[in-house]
């Protein structure tokens, strides 16, 4: 079953509005992370919370973790045209050893 | 800085073929992670390797296999090729497993070999 789930599935705003992504996941974590794609490309890590943190912030990147909900949302502030991406939130397998990844939010970002 | 390379970028195959993909993790990184991307699919994991030895396996059909190399380069060989394999593969690479402090670690992706079978 899928580790990570997101929503929504697609997102469109326009450039200067924020975007909410969430990620909801199934069972315990040392650490959920946050992937960005752009269309074809490889996965760029954006930022890793820990299990033991509520909150972090990276730029105009805000991610939260409620553990005893199994969530994470990522937030974008003031988007640009450029942020127009994929985003995964990632957890770890059962064994640890590997990132299972959500289904991702498609962000469309126009100006 | 130098990132996770991998290659070929771009690659074209007959069904029952077979392919090679490679993959250089970052310098100093000694686990390596492979994951197969089908068109608007989250990656799924295939396998992973930790100092040369394989540390975990995912969906990776029998027909796959991968080994990493004593210079920590890997290699994903593909046989039998199917339409279904078409996909976009990635190698990633962390300083993983031998750190233990900040499990599962991030990791590093490469730009991709898409792989189109036809």
């Known amino acids: 079953s899928q580790q990570g789930e997101e929503d929504p599935q697609a997102l469109s705003i326009q450039e200067g509005e924020n975007a909410t992504m969430n990620c909801s996941y199934k069972?315990?974590?040392?650490?959920l992370q946050w992937y960005r794609q752009n269309s074809g490309r490889g996965l760029v890590h954006l930022i890793l919370i820990r299990s033991n943190e509520r909150e972090k912030h990276s730029g105009r990147l805000r991610v939260t973790l409620d553990t005893s909900k199994k969530s994470s949302s990522l937030l974008i502030t003031a988007s640009r045209a450029a942020d127009t991406a994929s985003y995964f939130c990632?957890?770890?397998?059962?064994?640890?050893?590997?990132?299972?990844f959500g289904k991702g939010t498609t962000l469309s970002v126009s100006s | 800085a130098a990132g996770v390379i991998q290659s070929p970028r771009h690659l074209i195959k007959e069904k029952r073929e077979t392919a090679t993909l490679k993959c250089y993790p970052i310098p100093r990184h000694d686990t390596v992670y492979w994951y197969q991307q089908g068109p608007g699919q989250d990656p799924q994991f295939l396998i992973s390797?930790?100092?040369?030895?394989?540390?975990d396996k995912g969906s990776i059909p029998d027909r796959f296999s991968a080994q990493q190399f004593s210079d920590y380069h890997s290699e994903l060989n593909m046989s039998s090729l199917e339409l279904g394999d078409s996909a976009l593969y990635f190698c990633?690479?962390?300083?993983?497993?031998?750190?233990?402090?900040?499990?599962?670690?991030?990791?590093?992706f490469g730009p991709g070999t898409r792989l189109t079978v036809l």
């Open positions: 990633a690479s962390s300083l993983g497993q031998g750190a233990l402090l900040v499990w599962p670690d991030t990791q590093y």
């Open positions: 069972t315990s974590i040392n650490n």
């Open positions: 990632a957890t770890a397998n059962q064994a640890g050893t590997a990132l299972i």
């Open positions: 390797f930790y100092e040369k030895m394989q540390s």
